[in-house]
C-alpha cells in the first residue's frame, strides 16, 4: 500500500526556515517524481515544485512564488522528500502536501495519484 | 506561463443533476489535464488523467473531455459523496498551476 506521511511542520516567523519531510512507503522513491503542492487557508491549491525520477537525475523545477527561497530534494535511504523552506513569509502560510507523480496514459504525463495528509505550516510574528 | 481558468467558482446541484465544470488553458495544452475532487480537511483525489481517462476505482458516472485550450468534467448523475470542491491541473512542464477550482454544494 501506497503511504506517505508528512512531518516538521508549526510556527516560524517570517524570515525563518522550516523543513518539511516526507516518508513514502509501498513504492520505491527512485523510480517516481515528487511533487510538493500547498493550500492556503480558504484557497485553492498550489503547486510548490517537483522533482524527477532518477532517470531525469531527481531535477528539480520550481513555482515562481518559491523560487531561490525553496528546495527540494531526497534521501533514498530514508525512502524520504524533503521540501527545505527559507526566507519564509507571512503568504507561505500553507497546508503542505506531498504526492507521488505516477506515469499515467499514453501520452507520458505524470499525474500526482497518491498525497499525503498534509502538514500546517504557519508563518507569523 | 500558462494559466488555467475554472469556471463557474460555484455550483448549486441535487442529487441526480447532470453537472458540468470547464477549465479553459491560456495555450495549447494538448490533453495533458487532470481534474482532482476534494473533500474539506483531506488531501485531493485524483479523478481524471490525460483529460479523458477515469483513474482506477473512479465511478462511471465522472467522465472528462477535451483537448487543446477546453476542458470538461461531467458527472452525469450527482451522488451526495460529490459534493466537494475539483480543480484541474495542467501537467505541461513547468509550472503546474491549478484551476481556481469549482465548489459544488447542495
Redesign the interface.
Known sequence: EVRLVESGGGLVQPGGSLRLSCEASGFTLGDHYM?W?RQAPGK????VG?SRDKTKSYTT????SVKGRFTISRDHSQNSLYLQMNSLKTEDTAVY?C?RSGL????G?????Y????ILVSVSS | DIQLTQSPSFLSASVGDRVTITCRASQDINIHLGWFQQKPGKAPKLLIYGASTLQSGVPSRFSGSGSGTEFTLTISSLQPEDFATYYCQQLQCCPLPFGGGTKVEI
Open positions: 511533487e503542492v485553492g491549491l498550489e503547486w517537483r523545477d520550481y513555482a515562481a502536501y504526492a499515467l496514459g499514453a501520452t504525463g505524470h499525474y500526482c495519484d498525497w499525503g495528509q498534509g
